[in-house]
């Protein structure tokens, strides 16, 4: 396979999720794109996609070599927090043992690797966390997205490794939690936001922007891309009846504590981007300012 244009390719894994969404309609124009088709059938502006067995080590370096590989973007994983408490065995599986095996692949064949992790690692305190903080793991997510941090840098020193949060218009398979907001407060329904669990979310098309940028200028190991703010989901939802025009009286304060079904979460998941816009040496910007962009994308969409 040629080189289309001259521009470098990357490979693209958990193509089919909310952020493989983002980062395709990101960066398509500036690499040519390869996805790794798994469950769903991806059909993402006419890109090549393959079939490839993650946990198949060799198979990963034959294929890397075959297709001259620049960047490896591994996405795979399993966010489900409910699915990965009930399935602990798959949830380490993919969370963990697979991304170590990409992490080795990409080390083998010398091609670089963007691996994106998670905001869910650390506890109650209200604050931005810092990628020294040491993480409180409360749950099988937690700990196996961790996990798979320690065994990507492990295998490959030089991987960029992204804890994150993101929001943003979404494909229909995929929504996002932005989507849920405006879409139930467009259809007068009620929703709940709780008021006592925190995070500091970015725009989506961000995120792949700030990770490329890092690794342009050769950033390895952990980087924080966030907002340079933590709110409640319950604010957020606040934020994005204001940007669009919606009702706030359709939004109840709720709270994490009330709901037993669900799993442990962490209370604050908010990250300090101070390491990231330092070497980027750029303000990322607040979850308002975030919210605002969302809005000016969506209106040029109509």
Request: aromatic share 8%; hydrophobic share 35%; glycine share 4%.
């Given at each position: 396979m040629s080189l289309?244009?001259?521009?470098?390719?990357?490979?693209i894994t958990g193509a089919s999720g909310l952020l493989g969404y983002f980062w395709i309609n990101k960066m398509f124009k500036e690499f040519e794109i390869i996805l790794v088709a798994h469950q769903r059938q991806l059909n993402y502006k006419n890109l090549k996609s393959i079939q490839i067995d993650l946990f198949s080590f060799d198979e990963i370096v034959k294929q890397i070599k075959k297709l001259n590989i620049h960047i490896v973007i591994n996405l795979a994983g399993i966010s489900n927090v409910?699915?990965?408490?009930?399935?602990?065995?798959?949830?380490?599986?993919?969370?963990?043992?697979?991304?170590?095996?990409?992490?080795?692949?990409?080390?083998?064949?010398?091609?670089?690797?963007?691996?994106?992790?998670?905001?869910?690692?650390?506890?109650?305190?209200?604050?931005?966390?810092?990628?020294?903080?040491?993480?409180?793991?409360?749950?099988?997510?937690?700990?196996?997205?961790?996990?798979?941090?320690?065994?990507?840098?492990?295998?490959?020193?030089?991987?960029?490794?992204?804890?994150t949060n993101f929001f943003g218009k979404g494909p229909k398979h995929r929504v996002s939690i932005s989507d849920w907001i405006i879409n139930d407060l467009t259809n007068n329904e009620i929703i709940n936001l709780f008021d006592d669990v925190c995070f500091s979310p970015i725009i989506g098309s961000?995120?792949?922007?700030?990770?490329?940028?890092?690794?342009?200028?050769?950033?390895?190991?952990?980087?924080?891309?966030?907002?340079?703010?933590?709110?409640?989901?319950?604010?957020?939802?606040e934020y994005i009846a204001n940007a669009f025009n919606l009702s706030q009286r359709l939004i109840n304060k709720s709270s994490i504590k009330e709901r037993?079904?669900?799993?442990?979460?962490?209370?604050?998941?908010?990250?300090?981007?101070?390491?990231?816009?330092?070497?980027?040496?750029?303000?990322?910007?607040?979850?308002i300012d975030h919210v605002a962009l969302l809005y000016e994308h969506t209106k040029s969409r109509i």
């Open positions: 289309l244009n001259n521009k470098k390719r990357i490979l409910e699915k990965c408490e009930n399935y602990p065995d798959l949830a380490f599986a993919v969370n963990q043992k697979l991304a170590s095996i990409v992490a080795k692949a990409c080390s083998t064949t010398n091609t670089k690797l963007i691996h994106i992790s998670t905001d869910h690692l650390f506890g109650n305190e209200n604050k931005l966390f810092t990628e020294n903080d040491i993480p409180i793991l409360v749950n099988n997510y937690a700990k196996s997205k961790y996990l798979g941090e320690c065994e990507v840098l492990r295998e490959n020193p030089k991987a960029l490794v992204c804890r961000k995120v792949p922007e700030y990770a490329h940028k890092l690794l342009d200028l050769g950033a390895s190991g952990i980087y924080n891309i966030s907002a340079d703010d933590v709110i409640s989901k319950y604010k957020f939802g037993k079904d669900l799993t442990k979460r962490p209370l604050c998941m908010g990250l300090s981007n101070k390491k990231a816009s330092l070497i980027l040496n750029q303000s990322f910007g607040k979850v």
